[in-house]
């Protein structure tokens, strides 16, 4: 017998939820603050609930899918003590403080807490490419292991709820920074009406694909430690050819705010005696008590 779900939000994500669940055969109750949303799910088999209570206790998992954390702090509160004895797993997008600061709520409300991070648009939920990030409850992520895998991949981080949200948000930092440079090359290009379909194909995708092999690298560098001797692109030298991708910029009608971040970061890292290290001698750099004091 496959675990019974429901399903709180019926945006574009909730609704692929809440079709992934019903595709893999769980029993799966909907529920909307606006009613009727998404109807195509009535149609799928899910049975709609206007009323919270009556969704939060239909089901021993329970998925909220919401704007933001208010939203869910907003929906649960005035029916909490139907989360009694159920699993709480938020997939609404948020911070670390904000899922530790929920998962003691629901704990006080007698409801086991696993956050989540949701790595994939609506379309991919249910798919081989999707995958989700987990922490929380060790023990309610075992029991659910199976329902979750419904939605994709489902990955665990540990016991502090915290993680999930951590993983999600530094990877999206990661691929908006990717996005963000693409950005700028796109920029520059059309100043000149160069094609960026072909650029894109012939010469952006193999270099971003070629620079990704020095991540391992840097990763490794920040928590070992660097190997000794002398940087093979140090930072003083790319402070010095940074200048050009500024200038190129404004020569070329661009604004350059998305580099400049970057170009203070390696200032502030060759003033401060790093110029004979490597790029991943920035990243302690972000510390707010290092960008201050520099």
Request: glycine share 10%.
């Amino acid at each position: 017998m496959k675990t019974s779900v429901t399903v709180l939000g019926l945006g574009a994500m909730g609704t692929a939820l809440a079709r992934a669940f019903l595709a893999a055969g769980h029993p799966t109750t909907i529920w909307n603050r606006t009613p009727g949303r998404s109807p195509e799910l009535d149609e799928l088999g899910a049975r709609r609930s206007e009323d919270l209570t009556d969704a939060l206790t239909a089901a021993p998992l329970v998925i909220a899918c919401l704007l933001d954390y208010a939203s869910v702090s907003e929906v649960l509160r005035p029916a909490a003590t139907a989360l009694d004895g159920r699993t709480l797993v938020n997939l609404t997008n948020g911070t670390p403080a904000q899922a530790r600061s929920t998962a003691e709520w629901a704990r006080q409300h007698g409801s086991q807490y696993v956050d989540g991070g949701i790595m994939a648009v609506p379309s991919m939920i249910g798919g081989p490419a999707a995958f989700v990030l987990y922490s929380g409850s060790t023990g309610a992520f075992e029991q659910h292991e199976a329902a979750l895998a419904a939605l994709g991949r489902a990955t665990y981080l540990g016991s502090d709820p915290g993680l999930a949200p951590l993983h999600d948000i530094a990877l999206l930092s990661g691929m908006y920074g990717m996005f963000a440079g693409a950005f700028q090359a796109y920029a520059l290009l059309g100043s000149e009406k160069v094609s960026p379909t072909a650029f894109t194909a012939d010469l952006l995708v193999p270099w971003l694909t070629a620079m990704l092999t020095s991540l391992p690298r840097m990763a490794a560098d920040l928590e070992y430690g660097a190997e000794p001797g002398p940087a093979g692109s140090n930072l003083a030298m790319q402070a010095a050819g940074f200048v050009n991708l500024i200038q190129a910029a404004e020569d070329q009608g661009i604004s350059p705010e998305l580099l400049l971040p970057i170009q203070r970061l390696l200032e502030d890292a060759v003033a401060a005696g790093a110029g004979d290290q490597d790029l991943s001698a920035l990243v302690p750099r972000l510390a707010t008590n290092v960008i201050r004091a520099g």
